[in-house]
Each structure stands twice: as structure tokens, then as C-alpha cells.
């Protein structure tokens, strides 16, 4: 599992291990893949000024460590294209991956300070527009977005059904009740 990879391993009920992605469907099992080693990745270990110890990956690769499991981010820190917003609004995500609990509170801010630091973040995208109307649409689209929420459907406005109208009911009940009456009455009730 993490830091030295995004796998996690399920031993069945047969005794095979099974495979999985924390990342990407983790109910769904991997297809097995031919390994000269399993679990040849190894880590480094980092000590903070507090003495605690955290793992990293030893790939080469720069790595985002949180001093806290919680980050809050105060928007006075967002600045537009700014490399230390990005940086702040990526350990936000990360706090927010570990601490799936804060994902509906934090998303909304996430989206916000993405559209103010305008760097592109795992929960927005951007698209180029071409002209204002295109532009003036956007702005809409993402005034909505702040102010709606995350496990809701963005998408557009859902479509009324045609209902028929009181009357319309009211018609064909008297139609109903009509016809009944004659029937039993027909019949000698």
C-alpha cells in the first residue's frame, strides 16, 4: 500500500492473492502480471523535527509530505497561478484522500481555490473558450458549482414531466365513476 505503491492484496477464500488498486476500483481484482519480485519496492525513511518518521517512495521522484493529516488551506494563500497555491491546494486533496469523511465539506473549497489560483486540480478541468458569451456561459457554470454540492449531479436542469393537469383527473374520475354507475345499474345492483 502506500507510499511505495497504490496496491493493496486480498487473500480469497482459496488462499490466492489477489491483487487490487486503492486508486482505481478497488472492489475490482487486478489482472495477475508476471513479477521478477513482488514486493521489491522500497522506501525511504524521513524523520521530522518532531521525531515521527514518515515512508516515502524511493523512485527518484519528488514527494509532498503532510505535517498534519488534516490541511486547511485559508483562501488569503490561494494566488493565481502561483506554484505554492498548488502546492497548498495539493495537500489539501491529499488530506482530503486520506480523511474520506472531510471529502463533501472540502470539495467545495478545493473547486473554489482551483478557479482562484486557476491551476488545474484532480477535481476540476479547464476548457478554452473562444468568445465573452462562451465566457459569461462558464462563469455561470461555475457559480453553480459553488454553489451546489458535490454529490449532486452538475449536469443540466433536470426536465419537468407533462403532468396532467387537476382537471384533466378530475374528468376522467367522473368518466370512471360514470361508467360504474351504469354498469351496476345495467346489471340490476
Known amino acids: 500500500a502506500f507510499p511505495e505503491s497504490d496496491l493493496f492484496f486480498n487473500l480469497d477464500k482459496q488462499g490466492v492473492l489477489q491483487e487490487h488498486s486503492l486508486l482505481h476500483n478497488p472492489v475490482k481484482e487486478l489482472p495477475e502480471l508476471k513479477r ?26 519528488p ?31 491529499m488530506s482530503q484522500v486520506l480523511h474520506p469523511e472531510t471529502s463533501d465539506k ?5 473547486v473554489k481555490y482551483s478557479f482562484i489560483s486557476q491551476v488545474m486540480t484532480p477535481v476540476t478541468s479547464y476548457l478554452v473558450v473562444e468568445n465573452d458569451a462562451q465566457k459569461a456561459i462558464l462563469k455561470k457554470k461555475q457559480a453553480q458549482v459553488l454553489s451546489g454540492h458535490k454529490s449532486l449531479d452538475l449536469d ?11 382537471v384533466v383527473l378530475i374528468v376522467l374520475l367522473v368518466i370512471v365513476l360514470g361508467l360504474r354507475a351504469c354498469s351496476n345499474r345495467l346489471r340490476g345492483v
Open 63 to 93: 514527494s509532498i509530505i503532510l505535517k498534519k493529516s488534516h490541511v486547511d488551506v485559508p483562501e488569503s494563500e490561494i494566488k493565481a497561478k502561483h506554484w505554492l497555491s498548488a502546492l497548498a491546494m495539493q495537500g489539501q486533496w
Open 156 to 166: 443540466e436542469d433536470t426536465r419537468r414531466m407533462s403532468e396532467p393537469g387537476l
Open 36 to 61: 521478477e519480485c513482488q514486493f521489491c519496492e522500497t522506501v525511504l525513511a524521513y524523520q521530522l523535527p518532531d521525531n515521527s518518521v514518515v515512508y516515502l517512495p524511493d523512485d527518484n521522484q
Open 106 to 110: 472540502e470539495w467545495l473549497t478545493m
